[in-house]
């Protein structure tokens, strides 16, 4: 019988992060549809622990990690770890959530372990003679395939907010522990803790149910021939505090800094949508002073209802990417939307 | 760190992000719609890896850097008439697919053994850059094999900032989750540093530099040995473009407050 194990790892508190029920909700789905065994999991600290939280899943084993030299998200020892584990299950199948620590180590596992692997997977199917097609994205968003692949064993990397994530009972997963040969030179690299960037607040907020992005326009002379940024912070900082909404940026807003030109002090690469920036998952999305050319709009590919306001009705939005654009000045529009908040 | 480094930056070449992508099937899997016809520029992400490399060359005497790419020679021909007037490297070209539909694993075999046929490289001082993904698979596996390849065990992913500290080794800031970054110290080289965007703009033109550059770059080309970088075990189905076309309300003629109050409703719905 062929093994889909759901790959997962805890975070810093022992808890499993929401990506990793997810995957765990693909890896069961998967099972199921071929008629695999399922198996589970899990490294990092308080592994064995957080293993007894999805005990219900209705894996037929449990597998973890929870070395301290697995604590930190550090390269040589997870994809080292994530090695033996996999060989430990005996697995065909292997999926796992798209995080920053699983997308670093797992390519290099899957040379260690001989496989093949996919990552930013967002669909995934499985018939009963145990083939599977995937499908996700090339080009950045902008066109959609489907595939599958003999090779076994492969691993696949799901992108976070695509399945639901797993809920169940709780209980003893009676975990078997993969005991790991870490190299020495596996710990020339010590993680010395996470550091938010240099900005006055956290605006980057993955779970947020509104994505607020502000292109370069708010950074342009006004009608006054004079630009208002200080008056574009104090807006968008205002907005950002009442709705919790996440921030993202145009290219050119966050290049303009990177420029050395004055902008808002509170926007960083890390805010970048789109083309060559993140393609974030929200119900909603309102941009402003953004034109909503194809490079930008991918980033919009994964937001449900959006709207924009703009000052040009022939933008970019206007041509069957938004749901409404408001032509307006969005320095009113904000201004009057921040009093009704 | 005396000697200086030895950085070796892997990037190739992309679709202009302004261009139209249209899939097309071909003998070799999924295409694009006369993909050697459009224009080129080099993968974002690299570019940004290119000129960290470029930066710390310069600061660190002794240093030399490498730009290995995969692509059709031709293709990587125009490219380096802008690339190569940005900073100073040596181009070891691959000829090849740079095809998004490639499958990432072959590409890290051709470009682990371009690396490892450099003359006099010296792991001890060697650091592999490259963008954290490709604009165009952005799967985000390459580097990593690449370095698992060559017996590189450090590893960064999404790194924004490289410091080297005077006692040795460097500092890392990494993308993690939620807007944060993960900070490490690595003992030294060798490392893999998948670049996101970095932190220095994109250099001006320097007509000497690519002149420089040229000298080197055009007998590489001619030498360019051929990589099969195919689809690899991939039996690509449907390959399409999403159709998204959404049915746009423009409000023209209103007043902010109006338009204020309907999205006030909106975010409250």
Redesign the interface.
């Known amino acids: 019988m062929t093994t889909v194990l759901a790959l997962m790892h805890t975070q810093e508190d022992g808890s499993l992060p929401k990506a990793a029920r997810e995957a765990l909700t693909a890896a069961s789905q998967l099972a199921a549809q071929s008629g695999a065994a399922l198996s589970v999991g899990v490294i990092g600290k308080g592994a064995s622990a957080a293993a007894d939280t999805v005990a219900g899943c209705g894996a037929a084993s449990f597998w973890v990690i929870g070395d301290e030299a697995v604590y930190p998200a550090r390269y040589a020892t997870d994809a080292a770890a994530v090695t033996a584990l996999v060989k430990a299950a005996g697995a065909q199948i292997v999926v796992a959530p798209g995080s920053s620590r699983f997308m670093r180590c797992l390519p290099g596992a899957s040379y260690r372990l001989g496989a093949v692997i996919d990552t930013h997977i967002v669909a995934q199917q499985a018939a009963p003679d145990g083939s599977v097609r995937v499908q996700r994205w090339f080009y950045r968003q902008r066109i959609l395939g489907s595939f599958s692949r003999a090779a076994r064993p492969w691993l696949l990397v799901v992108d976070s907010g695509v399945n639901a994530p797993w809920e169940g009972a709780a209980g003893s997963a009676s975990a078997q522990t993969v005991e790991v040969a870490f190299a020495e030179d596996g710990q020339r690299t010590t993680v010395t803790g996470a550091r938010a960037p240099a900005a006055d607040a956290q605006t980057i907020r993955p779970d947020a149910p509104l994505l607020f992005v502000a292109g370069a326009g708010w950074t342009k002379k006004q009608k006054d021939g004079q630009p208002h940024i200080a008056e574009a912070s104090g807006l968008i900082q205002t907005f950002l505090g009442k709705t919790q909404a996440s921030l993202g940026s145009s290219k050119s807003l966050v290049d303009i800094q990177s420029e050395g030109q004055e902008t808002l002090h509170f926007m960083s690469h890390m805010n970048q949508i789109g083309q060559t920036g993140s393609t974030p998952r929200h119900p909603k999305g309102l941009a402003t002073c953004c034109h909503g050319e194809e490079p930008h709009a991918v980033g919009w590919r994964f937001i449900n209802e959006r709207r924009a306001v703009n000052l040009d009705p022939n933008c970019g939005w206007a041509q069957g990417k938004a749901d409404v654009v408001y032509v307006a000045d969005a320095f009113d529009v904000m201004a009057r939307v921040n009093e009704l908040l | 760190m005396t000697d200086g480094f030895q950085l070796v930056v892997c990037g190739s070449l ?2 202009d ?2 261009q ?2 249209e ?1 097309v099937s071909t003998p070799q899997g ?1 295409g694009l719609k006369n993909e050697m016809m459009l224009p080129s520029v080099l993968d ?2 690299a570019a940004h890896a290119l000129y960290e490399a470029a930066d710390l060359a310069k600061r660190f005497p002794g240093s030399k850097v490498w730009l290995v790419s995969l692509g059709p020679k031709a293709k990587l021909q125009q490219l380096m008439m802008t690339v190569a007037q940005k900073v100073p490297f040596e181009l070891i070209a691959l000829d090849g697919s740079a095809s ?2 490639t ?3 072959g590409v ?1 075999e051709a470009l682990a053994g371009a690396i490892e046929a450099i003359p006099g490289l010296d792991k001890s001082r060697l650091l592999v850059f490259g963008g954290c993904a490709s ?11 690449v ?3 060559l017996g590189i ?6 790194v ?1 900032m490289l410091t080297v500290r005077p006692e040795g080794g460097f ?1 890392v ?16 080289a060798p490392a893999v540093l998948a670049w ?2 970095g ?3 994109e250099p001006p033109n320097n007509p000497q530099i690519g002149m420089a550059n040229m000298r080197g770059v055009m007998p590489a080309l001619q030498k360019a040995k051929p990589a099969a970088a195919g689809v ?11 159709s ?9 003629d ?1 007043t ?2 109006e ?6 409703e ?2 409250k719905a």
């Open positions: 992309v679709p992000p302004l139209t992508l899939p999924p974002p992400w998004g539909f499958d990432a694993l890290a604009a165009s698979r952005d799967a985000g596996v390459t580097l990593q094999v370095g698992e390849r065990r450090d590893q960064f992913v999404g924004d500092e800031l990494e993308r993690i989750e939620g807007g944060q970054y993960q900070v490490s110290v690595c003992a030294g996101a965007t932190n220095l703009p690899g075990g991939m039996a690509y189905g449907d390959v399409e473009l999403p998204q076309k959404r049915q746009t309300r423009i409000v023209k209103a902010a407050d338009i204020a109050r309907e999205i006030v909106w975010i």
